[in-house]
């Protein structure tokens, strides 16, 4: 079996992990960050943009930009409430009640699960190039309070990412497998996760290995990005007073205030009071206007109240169900990064009187111990043991609309619970059996699963068929449903995906729609890097070319200055008639020529019996070719040419150096 990757795959930010030689670590994207914005976007010439460059364009191109996608994954569209409609792109319901995003600059709508493969395959593409090899399989996690359809929603993401899922790991259970994989003590953990969208809190026993979730809760509608929003009000509610101007419904104004907002509620993290200023924010009878304030942090506390209340409440529950009290508690890790927030530290200071572990960082614990499973599930890690639950309860629609249990939550999984219902009616052929996931006593209050039909019953009088109905959660979390006519013994199973917003048949079409598109956009990607190095190469030996004849006068070196010359046209030439393959050629020949450019100017040098016009010859060319801009402004060689300064020793190395590389 192949490495298996670990993703979290957050609301705001995402992380790719991988083990080596049984230590799990961090892979950074192609840009050099560890964690990689979940944002994508589709550029003004309808390109592709995943992570840190589609973040860039949120305020510019804020119609054809998604972000916070995850809090749409796996819902409804009657299931979001208003705060995740405030977005700056367009969402709407199709005919199914799923939700779209619409995207005016490929004239398309997606669903959150496909553009949220995006960010798994570039986590995907960026770790085969920093490994060199190639990745199939992944575990990924997703909040603990996370249901069924927004788990097979996550799922569906990966495949169209090309990605086999081995494991749906709930993000708590993750940290904690960091927290605990190599600590042999026995502990009472507790994990409070609040992200930027989404918050979660599991308990858990650690020992010798052995992992076991004694309760899991949350909401899977607040984070980061509800703390932001209070800030966006309070100034868009002060502006709008002022200048009878609501900022909100203007796409740019509001992305605009709401990257004010996080800023300045990051900063409130470390200091007291933050400026705000947003200058040509909208504009007036008069001319433009300007937002230029200052938030305390106290202020700005007073303004979460209510966040902080809800946030209490899924710890208690998780308390109550594991039968734990507080003080019972020996650890506590913090993840995600509004944990950062000292309002939220003081809160958990509150409900557990422990400091925080400080030996994870929480930005990274997830992906980390998502790495951790996939070793697990390869073998490499061995004697680690991983009990998880079922964070919400399982159940059929009974008579009268009733939520009848059969899984409550915090069961541990796997799992397979079954039970024998009957028929309500005399004569009754068929019974729908209709799944329910949640903790409110009527059915119709939680989330519909899916439903489906057990037909075929012989007639017989109310309650006297037997129908056996049996729930079957696998280590994912997910659910397989079987119902058997006990008298006949016909059976009908389904795996329900009724919640996942998309069906089979349009997961398979996306597929293979991504497959054929990968092959072309890779080989679009191929040519546009081979056309930028060339350029690049261009710009070089133009610059070298000139920097020669300004040395050694236009024919200074005039064989190799010609060759450059020629093959640089030859480049220029095919670049302009986009004749990539004799580019290639062109290319290689200009290298060459550039080579042999350099090597004979370096001869030149040599002869040259002044040292130090020899050394500062030999920098001025190695400083071209380290930077392609002219980018040292201030030479500091030109100032102290007679001096040892500090400056000596790294000249004569590189001297060295250069005189190597062309002489041996
Ligand atoms: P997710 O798991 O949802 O992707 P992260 O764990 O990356 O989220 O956390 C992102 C959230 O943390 C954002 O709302 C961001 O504003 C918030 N955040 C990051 N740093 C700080 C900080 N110093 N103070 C307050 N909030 C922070
Ligand atoms: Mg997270």
């Known amino acids: 079996m192949g490495r298996i990757v670990g993703i979290d795959l957050g609301t705001t930010n995402s992380v790719i992990g991988v083990l080596e030689a049984g230590r799990p670590f961090v892979i950074a994207n192609a840009e050099g960050s560890r964690t990689t914005p979940s944002v994508i976007g589709y550029t003004k010439g309808s390109e592709l943009v995943v992570g840190q460059q589609a973040r860039r364009q949120l305020v510019l191109n804020p119609r054809n930009t998604f972000s916070n996608l995850k809090r749409f994954v796996g819902r409804f569209w009657d299931e979001l409430d208003e705060s995740s409609l405030n977005v700056p792109y367009t969402v709407r319901a199709n005919d199914q009640g799923c939700v779209r995003v619409t995207c005016p600059i490929t004239e398309r709508e997606y669903a959150p699960e496909e553009l949220i493969g995006s960010v798994i395959r570039k986590l995907i593409d960026d770790a085969e190039k920093h490994l060199d090899e190639n990745i199939d399989s992944a575990v990924i996690t997703v909040p603990a309070y996370f249901n069924d359809s927004q788990r097979q929603a996550t799922k569906d993401a990966a495949l169209l990412a090309g990605i086999k899922v081995?494991?749906?790991?709930?993000?708590?259970?993750?940290?904690?497998?960091?927290?605990?994989?190599?600590?042999?003590?026995?502990?009472?953990?507790?994990?409070?996760?609040?992200?930027?969208?989404?918050?979660?809190?599991?308990?858990?026993?650690?020992?010798?290995?052995?992992?076991?979730?004694?309760?899991?809760?949350?909401?899977?509608?607040?984070?980061?990005?509800?703390?932001?929003?209070?800030i966006v009000d309070w100034l868009a509610d002060n502006f709008e007073k002022e200048h009878d101007i609501d900022l909100r419904r203007d796409r740019q104004s509001l992305q605009r205030l709401s990257e004010a907002a996080e800023k300045a509620k990051q900063e409130l993290s470390g200091i007291n009071s933050t400026p705000i200023s947003l200058p040509f924010i909208a504009t007036g009878p008069n001319g433009p206007l300007h937002i230029e304030t200052t938030l305390e942090r106290k202020h700005f506390e007073s303004l979460c109240k209510d966040l902080i209340d809800r946030l209490l409440k899924p710890v208690e529950i998780a308390l109550g169900d594991s039968g734990w009290t507080a003080d019972e508690i020996n650890d506590v890790v913090l993840v995600g990064g509004s944990t950062r927030m000292p309002m939220v530290q003081q809160l958990v200071k509150t409900i557990v009187p422990v400091p925080p572990s400080q030996s994870v960082n929480p930005d990274e614990v997830?992906?980390?111990?998502?790495?951790?499973?996939?070793?697990?599930?390869?073998?490499?890690?061995?004697?680690?043991?991983?009990?998880?639950?079922?964070?919400l309860s399982l159940g059929l629609e009974t008579v009268g609309g009733l939520m009848k249990v059969l899984i409550p939550r915090n069961t541990p999984i796997p799992v397979r619970q079954a039970d024998v219902f009957s028929t309500s009616q005399a004569n009754q052929s068929s019974v729908e059996i209709n799944v329910w996931q949640g903790e409110r006593q009527l059915a119709s209050d939680n989330k519909s699963l899916g439903r489906f039909r057990l037909s075929g019953i012989p007639p017989a009088p109310r309650g006297v068929p037997q129908v056996q109905v049996a729930f079957d959660i696998d280590a994912n979390g997910l659910l397989q449903v079987s119902a058997t006519d006990r008298t006949t013994g016909r059976k009908q199973s389904v795996s329900i995906n009724g919640g996942s917003n998309m069906n089979e048949d349009e997961v398979n079409k996306l597929i293979n729609e991504a497959k054929e598109k990968a092959d072309s956009d890779r080989r679009k990607r191929a040519s546009i890097d081979q056309k930028n190095n060339a350029l690049t190469l261009v710009a070089q030996a133009e610059?070298?070319?000139?920097?020669?004849?300004?040395?050694?006068?236009?024919?200074?070196?005039?064989?190799?200055?010609?060759?450059?010359?020629?093959?640089?046209?030859?480049?220029?030439?095919?670049?302009?008639?986009?004749?990539?393959?004799?580019?290639?050629?062109?290319?290689?020949?200009?290298?060459?020529?550039?080579?042999?450019?350099?090597?004979?100017?370096?001869?030149?040098?040599?002869?040259?019996?002044n040292p130090i016009q020899g050394i500062?010859?030999?920098?001025?060319?190695?400083?071209?070719?380290?930077?392609?801009?002219?980018?040292?402004?201030?030479?500091?060689?030109?100032?102290?040419?007679?001096?040892r300064g500090a400056n000596s020793d790294y000249i004569d190395r590189e001297k060295d150096r250069w005189d190597n590389d062309f002489y041996n």
């Open 166 to 230: 081995q494991r749906i790991l709930n993000e708590p259970t993750a940290a904690a497998l960091a927290y605990g994989f190599d600590k042999s003590s026995s502990s009472r953990v507790l994990v409070f996760d609040l992200g930027g969208g989404t918050f979660d809190i599991s308990l858990l026993r650690i020992s010798n290995g052995v992992f076991d979730v004694k309760a899991t809760s949350g909401d899977t509608q607040l984070g980061g990005n509800d703390f932001d929003q209070k």
């Open 543 to 609: 610059r070298r070319l000139r920097d020669v004849s300004l040395e050694f006068g236009p024919y200074g070196a005039e064989r190799q200055q010609r060759a450059v010359e020629v093959s640089l046209r030859d480049v220029q030439d095919f670049l302009e008639n986009d004749d990539l393959a004799e580019l290639d050629i062109a290319v290689s020949a200009l290298q060459e020529a550039l080579f042999g450019l350099n090597r004979r100017v370096s001869a030149e040098k040599r002869i040259d019996n």
């Open 616 to 643: 500062k010859n030999t920098f001025g060319s190695l400083k071209d070719e380290l930077f392609s801009d002219d980018y040292w402004d201030d030479d500091p060689w030109d100032y102290q040419p007679n001096s």
């Open 366 to 391: 997830v992906a980390i111990g998502a790495a951790v499973q996939g070793g697990i599930l390869t073998g490499e890690l061995r004697d680690l043991l991983l009990n998880d639950v079922t964070p």
